[in-house]
């Protein structure tokens, strides 16, 4: 028992020491923040290159009623499928919450869009919520590495 509590404590010290490598976080978050404004300006030109631009090479989305995509192909083919069957009327990426950990961020963010279908359908409106996880690149940038959505209800 004593091994387990031993353990525990020190998973928890190196969890907590990697969380504290980064004294400036509120130049990250400034960072952070900048990023979700270029990508909603990105996801408005509806060119899933431009999009997965903004994400790691084994990034990963999760959406409710939807397989996951994993890696920057599948993401991209699976925005750019979509893209092409809409126009976008209003679109907004916002993060209610920035935690950043080393090397690490997390956000907790909304995503609400109108979205008008080519085929002259009734708009679709999207207002979901999130987690977005952001790994730090080595040239001190912000990547999506892991995003995972769920909708509100109606």
């Keep these: 028992m004593k091994n387990l509590f031993m353990f525990f404590l020190c998973i928890t010290l190196l969890i907590f020491s990697a969380c504290a490598e980064k004294v400036d976080t509120k130049v990250d978050v400034e960072a952070i923040n900048s990023l979700l404004e270029e990508l909603t300006t990105a996801r408005k030109t509806l060119n899933a290159e431009e999009v997965v631009a903004f994400w790691t090479d084994d990034c990963v989305l999760m959406m409710p009623n939807e ?15 979509f893209y092409d069957q809409v126009n976008v009327k209003e679109l907004s990426i916002k993060a209610d919450e920035v935690i950043v950990c080393g090397d690490w961020a997390f956000i ?42 769920n909708h509100n209800p109606s």
Aim: hydrophobic share 35%; glycine share 6%.
């Design 108 to 149: 907790q963010e909304k995503f609400k869009a109108t979205w008008l279908p080519k085929d002259g359908s009734e708009p679709l409106y999207q207002d979901s919520k999130g987690i977005m996880i952001l790994q730090r690149q080595p040239n001190n940038t912000w990547k999506i590495s892991r995003v995972a959505l």
């Design 67 to 81: 397989l996951k995509k994993i890696g920057k192909d599948e993401i991209k083919a699976f925005l750019q499928l």
